[in-house]
């Protein structure tokens, strides 16, 4: 069959760990954070790795759930990496896919889309615009105002 492609090494395997702690601070004040916690007592470290466990899992849950899974993750991400070495890598590539979401092409589509295409946005807007004047006519309309608007 030949031999097997070799594996592409991600974008965060190719940082060196100078380049990483420069590029996210939370790293460096987490390494900093870890060597106070290893003084902790058993149990402090273990509340520590549960709540990381429990955090993250829910993090997790959200993903299918309605939720900020991408704002909880992370924080449970954090903890973890107060113990685990693999959590902080972890970690580390959240940030990275933050970063990147960040300067997302969502906006860049947007932005294109409203440059290419300026008839049809005003239109839209108009549109909407036209839709929410209409709405808080027909509250006008219906005496469905709170009292306190008419004064």
């Known amino acids: ?14 940082l060196d760990p100078d380049e990483l702690l ?9 390494r900093e954070k870890r060597l ?32 900020p899974a991408f704002a909880v993750i992370p924080v449970g991400l954090y903890l973890l ?3 685990f070495h693999w959590a902080e890598r972890l970690l580390a590539k959240a940030l990275e896919h933050a970063d990147n979401a960040k300067n997302s092409s969502f906006t860049k589509a947007v932005v294109r889309f409203v440059k290419t295409h300026p008839r049809l946005t005003a239109l839209l807007l108009a549109l909407f615009l036209t839709l929410v004047a209409a709405f808080v006519a027909s509250l006008f309309a219906f005496d469905l105002v709170p009292r306190h608007w008419n004064d």
Not at 22 to 29: G, H, T, V
């Open 1 to 14: 069959m030949g031999n097997p492609r070799p594996r592409r090494k991600r974008r965060l395997d190719r």
């Open 22 to 30: 420069e590029r996210f601070p939370l790293i460096a004040k987490l």
């Open 36 to 67: 106070k916690h290893r003084q902790r007592s058993k149990f402090v470290r273990g509340l520590t790795i549960v709540g990381g466990g429990v955090i993250t899992f829910a993090g997790l849950a959200l993903l299918a759930l309605p939720g």
């Open 81 to 83: 990496a107060l113990e």
